[in-house]
């Protein structure tokens, strides 16, 4: 499919999120260059189901170029903090929700292991095979109502920098050949969900709060 230009029902909510923004923080609004742009990111998300300059740029037939999009997204002064909440906002409004359940929840994503640059890769255990895999771990914080259920806040979860330092001096030993009995344990809690979420929930609560 070919993007001439951002949907307009997706140029419209663009444009109510940042009426949103600028209700908030009158001089943290987008600028109408940031917004086209915004607004034809999104329809691309949309109509290419990845999130992929080189896609976007080849479903706009050039028009959007692949360098042009990838500068605006590292260089130009979007107000990324306000940007998640006011979308919250204008969607609570459109639906008109006053009241919902907040639940934590998290996922995986697997990424190879030749990824060296991107941020928040660990080593994460693999709940299908029982083994260990190199990803990231995202903590969602999750508004849920009648309606609809949307993400209201998102970390990057890390490991407890005891277990980092364990993992990194485990793969030494083994090396060696050390058997798994000589080897210093684990460090209780790991990765578990069940630590990602108490260390998670208050910051993500704060942000979706703000």
């Known amino acids: 499919m ?13 444009d109510a999120v940042d009426e949103a923004i600028r209700a908030q923080s009158p001089s943290h609004g987008m600028s109408a260059m940031q917004r086209t742009w915004l607004a034809f990111c999104v329809t691309a998300v949309l109509v290419t189901n990845s ?42 409004r459109h639906y008109g929700i006053t009241s919902g359940s907040l639940v934590i929840d998290d996922t995986d994503n697997p990424r190879s292991k030749a990824a060296k640059a991107l941020a928040h890769l660990y080593k994460l255990r693999d709940k299908e095979s029982g083994g260990y895999l190199w990803g990231q771990s995202l903590v969602f914080l999750l508004l849920v109502t009648p309606k609809i259920s949307i993400p209201v806040g998102f970390a990057f979860y890390q490991p407890a920098p005891e277990l980092s330092a364990w993992y990194k001096k485990d793969k030494a030993l083994k090396k060696q050949g050390v058997t798994k009995q000589q080897r210093p344990p684990k460090p209780l809690g790991g990765s578990t969900v069940s630590r990602r979420m108490p260390s998670m929930g208050p910051r993500l609560l704060s942000m979706a709060l703000r």
Request: net charge positive.
């Open 2 to 14: 070919i993007i001439g230009k951002p949907a307009p029902f997706v140029r419209a909510f663009v």
């Open 51 to 92: 999130i992929c300059w080189a896609r976007f740029e080849r479903a706009s037939l050039g028009t959007y170029s692949l360098a042009a999009l990838s500068w605006m997204f590292r260089h130009s002064k979007m107000p990324w903090d306000e940007l998640l909440v006011a979308s919250v906002r204008v969607i609570l």
